[in-house]
């Protein structure tokens, strides 16, 4: 809406009410992001084997010995299955194990031995190492060996929760405004987060993470999208591109720090709902959406907004801020706006549709993958979640700069690469080098993150204005389901340990290769129809695009100021 930028220009761009908003939202990003990754800290797994009850009266030797031993890469005692305990109680009555093993060894005894003896599941429940964590979700429900497929079925949940809150928030945001979705949001993800800790079973606990998970992404898109249509200019660039994800990344730092301190699942999802709760009173310091209010025809709302602001700002408003004419245009220009099917009409856009549909479902995969399989490398799990989030930082930077002056695909391929070569050499250094694995995966880290915060640019600017919002929309839906999948990614490593790794780093090659096809987009004027689209690269290396006719000079923009509609 070009007549709405030019009308509101007397603001300004850096003024108090500009820099009120700014913080503001910043702030409101908080609860949002603390929940990104608490799946990881609640549903964590520590080491288990079965419990040997007291009545049993067998000996701390005994008890060691009624535990199987498995020799995969390395000796470990078995988690789901211990030796029959009658069967040890009766071998323990011939004296302590030393005794029975000379004995068997001299032959004054049948050699019957503990690692001869039939097993059984852990009927008497299992007991969990607290080294890292003293009560989990897991430990607490046992969700373990037969129960296990709970645990990603969980965090499932919780990501399905995120992709229904796309759609449902989307509309009522259109219809009712920014402001109550973002406030609502905060509002769900607090309050359910405190129901949590009180949750008396695991079917409780699902419900209730999946009304998190609604809130946790809303929320999140509502503070995207209302920062985007109040601010304007470089403003609203340095907001989108850069502040709000460095913001949401310190929130995700702020979480292993607290599960470091707080060990208890249920008092660290009622200190989750302690930022949200403190969000609330903002309600009465955050406006709504002008841009929003002018979309429903409330000129007069979207007037007095605009003229407090100004008041704000110390500057004088215009007598009439919006010209019916430039309303009813723009009204006539949203009704005529192209449907998600057109994403699909014909075959150009489609082959780039399909293309960046399954680029953004492997960044999804690949970004919470890794975080979930960064569980089984060795070292304080805090201090490895800690470093995967602080890299996210330098990312974001990388991602911003590397939007600035060089070409998407360059920029994409070699980020994307980075990482996957980093997760494929991961499977050398896994056991024998722990601290060269952790740098690897950081730097794998690294590179997804980076390309991932490209792809926003570059997706904006390989499609039309007249569908731009839809299609970025639809290619957040499918970075959300594959995040949905990456929960059970980490189940792969039973049949190899390594397998996880190789999965998203095939991943992110395949990401590269369905870029080579992409056409480039630096420096080309943005396009308005779908007929000005690049065309797809076939069969060769990419190169740039020829240049569109018929475009001005102020439209030839290498970084687009996408504003991304909540509706689907």
Not at 53 to 81: G, K
Not at 336 to 360: G, V
């Amino acid at each position: 809406m070009q007549d709405y930028e030019v009308s509101v220009a007397f603001l300004g761009t850096w003024g108090p009410f500009q820099r009120r908003v700014f913080f503001l939202l910043c702030v409101i990003c908080v609860p949002f992001g603390y929940q990104t990754l608490s799946v990881i800290f609640l549903l964590a797994s520590p080491s288990h084997h079965c419990h040997i009850p007291a009545y049993s009266n067998l000996s701390q030797d005994w008890i060691q010995a009624s535990i199987p031993t498995q020799v995969a890469e390395q000796p470990e005692r078995s988690s789901c299955s211990r030796y029959m305990l009658d069967q040890v109680q009766n071998l323990s009555t011939l004296g302590s194990l030393e005794l029975v093993h000379n004995l068997s060894a001299l032959g004054s005894i049948p050699e019957i031995l503990p690692s001869s003896l039939k097993q059984e599941g852990c009927k008497d429940g299992w007991n969990y190492s607290t080294e890292y964590y003293h009560s989990t979700v897991v430990t607490e429900f046992n969700l373990v060996c037969s129960d296990q497929w709970k645990q990603p079925l969980t965090s499932l949940v919780f990501f399905l929760g995120g992709l229904s809150g796309c759609f449902i928030s989307g509309r009522i945001s259109d219809r009712f405004g920014r402001k109550p979705v973002l406030f609502g949001s905060v509002a769900l993800v607090s309050v359910f987060s405190s129901a949590q800790a009180f949750a008396p079973s695991w079917p409780v606990f699902t419900a209730l993470y999946f009304m998190i998970g609604l809130g946790q992404l809303s929320g999140y898109v509502a503070v995207f999208v209302l920062g985007s249509e109040t601010l304007t200019g470089s403003t609203r660039v340095f907001f989108s591109n850069l502040a709000l994800p460095f913001v949401y990344v310190f929130a995700i730092m702020l979480l292993p720090a607290t599960a470091y301190l707080v060990r208890e699942w249920r008092y660290l999802s009622l200190i989750m709902a302690v930022p949200g709760l403190a969000c609330i009173p903002l309600w009465w310091l955050v406006p709504e959406s002008s841009r929003w209010l002018v979309s429903r025809g409330r000129l007069q709302d979207a007037e007095t907004l605009l003229r407090s602001a100004a008041l704000e700002n110390q500057v004088e408003a215009p007598r009439v801020i919006f010209l019916s004419s430039n309303v009813e245009r723009a009204t006539s220009e949203k009704d005529e706006s192209l449907s998600f099917l057109d994403l699909l009409r014909t075959a150009n856009i489609r082959y780039i549709t399909l293309m960046l549909w399954l680029i953004w479902f492997s960044c999804g995969i690949n970004y919470f993958g890794l975080s979930f399989n960064i569980s089984i490398l060795s070292g304080n799990p805090y201090l490895n979640y800690f470093l995967m989030t602080v890299v996210e930082l330098p990312a974001y930077a990388a991602s911003w700069l590397a939007a600035r002056s060089f070409p998407r695909r360059l920029s994409f391929i070699s980020l994307a690469l980075l990482g996957a070569l980093a997760l494929l050499l991961i499977q050398i250094t896994l056991h024998g080098h722990p601290a060269f694995t952790l740098s690897l995966v950081l730097l794998s880290k690294f590179g997804i993150v980076a390309s991932t915060g490209l792809l926003y640019v570059f997706t904006g600017e390989l499609f039309p204005t007249v569908i731009r919002n839809t299609a970025m929309s639809s290619s957040a839906m499918f970075s959300r389901v594959g995040s949905s999948v990456s929960s059970y990614l980490l189940q792969l490593a039973v049949l190899s340990e390594f397998l996880p790794w190789i999965i998203v780093g095939s991943l992110s090659l395949f990401s590269v290769l369905l870029c080579l096809f992409l056409p480039e987009t630096l420096r080309q004027p943005l396009p308005d129809t779908i007929q000005q689209m690049g065309l797809v690269q076939r069969f060769r290396w990419p190169r740039a695009s020829t240049p569109l006719p018929n475009k001005s000079a102020k439209d030839q923009i290498s970084a687009p100021e996408i504003i991304c509609t909540t509706h689907l």
